[in-house]
C-alpha cells in the first residue's frame, strides 16, 4: 500500500506541471472579458462591432487567452499599457476566428517599441561580399517565439482599417506561415490535398503582383508583396481583412484560397467601398 501512495504521490508530481497551466487557463476563461477590455477592442477594432455576436465571443475568449500565455515587454522606455496589449491581441487573434487553434502555440513574447526600431541586417553586394547593414522596420516576426511591432504603426493599423495596411496582421500572418516548418509562403492547410490549388494560385497572383511592381502598375496588395513568397503571404492577409471587396473584385481565385483558409469573409463586417469617380468629360475650345 505504501508503494502504491508513492507510485501515485510520484505521478502527480510529474503530472502537475502539465495540469496546473491548463487548470489556470480553463478557470480564466470560464470568467467573462473584463467590461475594460473589451471597450478596447471596440475603439480600437472598428470591425469588431459588426461581426457577429458568436464571432465576437470567439474573439474575446481568444484575447483572454492570449493576453494570458503571451508577454508583452516595452522597448526603449515604453511602458505597454493594457490599452496596448488589448489592441495587439484583439487584432492578432482576428486571423484565427473559426479555426481550431492554441492561439500562437510557438509564439511567447512581444516586444513593442513606442515607433519604427533599427534592426541590424547582413547586406550581400557584388560579388556575394556580406557587409553588416542598418534597418529601420516597423514590425519583425521572429521564429524563435518572439514578434516586434512599433506602437505608433500599431495604432495607424487600428484607425484605418481600410487601407490595406495593419502591421500586425502582417507580423502574425508570418507566425502563422511558420507553423508549417518555415516562413514560405505556405501555411500549415490541414488537408494535404489543398496545397496543389493553394500554391497554383499564390505563385499566379505573386507572379502577377512581381509583375505590376516592376512596371509600377497600380495595384490592390502593397508592392511590398511582391519581395517573396512568404511576404506576398502576409500582404493578401492584410488586403484580405482590410480591402476585401477590392481584393475580390481584382484577385477573385486568391480571395476564395483565403476564404477557405480563414474562414471568415471580412466583407460581411464592412461597408463596400465608395465607386470610383466618374471621369470627366473632355472638354473642346472651339475658335471662330
Known amino acids: 500500500m505504501e508503494a502504491l501512495i508513492w507510485i501515485v504521490l510520484t505521478a502527480l508530481v510529474i503530472a502537475l506541471p502539465f495540469l496546473y497551466p491548463r487548470w489556470r487557463l480553463r478557470r480564466l476563461l470560464a470568467r467573462p472579458l473584463a467590461p475594460e477590455a473589451e471597450a478596447i477592442l471596440q475603439r480600437n477594432i472598428p470591425v469588431y462591432r459588426r461581426m ?10 481568444m484575447v483572454q487567452q492570449f493576453l494570458h500565455q503571451k508577454k508583452f515587454v516595452g522597448c526603449e522606455g515604453l511602458e505597454v499599457t493594457d490599452e496596448m496589449a488589448v489592441t495587439i491581441a484583439g487584432q492578432a487573434c ?5 479555426r481550431p487553434s492554441k492561439v500562437y502555440p510557438a509564439l511567447h513574447t512581444i516586444l513593442v517599441y513606442p515607433t519604427e526600431f533599427v534592426a541590424q541586417r547582413a ?7 556580406i557587409t553588416p547593414g542598418r ?11 518572439r514578434v516586434v511591432l512599433s506602437w505608433d504603426n500599431v495604432r495607424h493599423g487600428a484607425a484605418d482599417w481600410t487601407d490595406g495596411h495593419n502591421v500586425v496582421l502582417h507580423e502574425f500572418a508570418h507566425q502563422l506561415d511558420s507553423e508549417s516548418g518555415r516562413a514560405n509562403g505556405a501555411p500549415y492547410l490541414g488537408d494535404p490535398a489543398s496545397y496543389r490549388a493553394w500554391s497554383e494560385v499564390l505563385s499566379r497572383h505573386y507572379e ?3 509583375m505590376r511592381a516592376m512596371y509600377r502598375m497600380e495595384t490592390v496588395m502593397d508592392p511590398y508583396g511582391a519581395t517573396n513568397p512568404a511576404e506576398f503571404f502576409a500582404v493578401a492577409t492584410e488586403t484580405f481583412f482590410e480591402k476585401p471587396y477590392q481584393m475580390a473584385e481584382h484577385h477573385a481565385e486568391l480571395y476564395e484560397e483565403f476564404l477557405k483558409y480563414y474562414r471568415v469573409d471580412p466583407r460581411q463586417w464592412m461597408s463596400p467601398p465608395p465607386p470610383p469617380p466618374a471621369p470627366e468629360a473632355p472638354s473642346y475650345a472651339y475658335g471662330w
Open 52 to 61: 457577429p455576436a458568436e464571432l465576437q465571443q470567439q474573439l474575446r475568449r
Open 94 to 98: 482576428l486571423l484565427l476566428l473559426n
Open 123 to 129: 547586406q550581400v553586394g557584388p560579388g556575394g561580399v
Open 135 to 145: 534597418q529601420s522596420m516597423l514590425g519583425e516576426s521572429w521564429d524563435d517565439g
Open 208 to 210: 502577377n503582383l512581381r
